[in-house]
């Protein structure tokens, strides 16, 4: 568990969201394991950068980019033009993207795929949010991956794809790692 100081220490630019989002948080790293202070400090350096400190839970683009070609189809979205980039755009504060992660989300937090297929905004309530973001940890196994000296690199390549906006990810997690012990 960790304490709204520690949070707001890790994330400055979110002291007035902290309240808000503490239990979740802390609700989500019990559910999935994120146990010691290289899970926690990795973990939320992630959710740092991706949610903007706590401030966004739903993506900035249009998610156009989604509804069609390749990146559509590797997201598990139709091939047609008919919205699913636009619908399952990134949401929670680890932006779950795509109907294929949507679905599978759906079944780990609701038992149920269809929930969050058709009601895709609930990733942006406080505690699904912070649940997705979550398992997504979970599901990627990556608790395993930041208990290991070094991996830093590696969890963030799991959580984004590839390294964009590592250097603010790398400084969240310094900073936890020293705000945690």
């Known amino acids: 568990m960790i304490t709204r100081t520690q949070l707001v220490a890790i994330m400055p630019q979110a002291a007035q969201r902290a309240d808000r989002w503490l239990d979740p948080l802390n609700a989500a790293m019990t559910e999935y394991g994120i146990d010691n202070s290289r899970r926690i400090a990795a973990f939320l350096a992630q ?79 406080p505690d699904n949010a912070a649940r997705s973001a979550g398992w997504f940890w979970w599901s990627h196994g990556l608790n395993v991956v930041a208990d290991c000296p070094n991996s830093f690199q590696l969890v963030t390549r799991k959580i984004n794809g590839g390294l964009n906006g590592y250097a603010d990810r790398l400084h969240h997690y310094e900073t936890a790692l020293r705000v945690l012990g």
């Open 47 to 125: 959710v740092a950068h991706e949610s903007g400190q706590l401030r966004y839970v739903r993506e900035l683009a249009s998610g156009a980019a989604y509804d069609t070609g390749r990146l559509a189809a590797r997201l598990g979205n139709t091939p047609e033009a008919d919205g699913d980039g636009q619908k399952y755009k990134g949401r929670g504060l680890i932006q779950i993207t795509g109907r294929h992660n949507y679905r599978q989300c759906s079944i780990a937090l609701f038992g149920d795929a269809a929930i969050l297929l058709d009601e895709p905004a609930l990733l942006e309530e």
